[in-house]
Nanobody, 120 residues
Framework: QVQLVESGGGLVQAGGSLRLSCEAS????????IGWYRQAPGKERELVAG???????NYEDSVKGRFTISRDNAKNTVFLQMNSLKPEDTAVYYC??????????????WGQGTQVTVSS
């Protein structure tokens, strides 16, 4: 059983910073892509940032220059450093990973979500 456990959300004032972490645990071969999505009330879930096993990065336009995604492969952990936070960044942030289980089988997993609230 694979689990993604997130941490680091909270309440911060506009202009502040937060760092999210997501650790994958369980039995698996490797983590292919891993990243962060967010969902604000009344809105669809959207990709915030992602990083492949080759190190390719992908950011949603509104967070470019403010958010940085990184991964520690030895610890099966991905981080999202969020700087210059804005009220519109308020959402539940979800970790998502495509994980190689065995052979050619890969499965997508989701974390439980962590709330980020940015006050104006």
């Amino acid at each position: 059983q694979v689990q993604l456990v997130e941490s680091g959300g909270g309440l911060v004032q506009a202009g502040g910073s937060l760092r999210l972490s997501c650790e994958a645990s369980g039995r698996f071969l490797s983590i292919k892509t891993i990243g962060w999505y967010r969902q604000a009330p009344g809105k669809e879930r959207e990709l915030v940032a992602g990083i492949s096993d080759g190190g390719s990065l992908n950011y949603e336009d509104s967070v470019k220059g403010r958010f940085t995604i990184s991964r520690d492969n030895a610890k099966n952990t991905v981080f999202l450093q969020m700087n210059s936070l804005k009220p519109e960044d308020t959402a539940v942030y979800y970790c998502n990973a495509r994980i190689a289980i065995f052979g050619s089988l890969s499965v997508d997993y989701w974390g439980q979500g962590t709330q980020v609230t940015v006050s104006s």
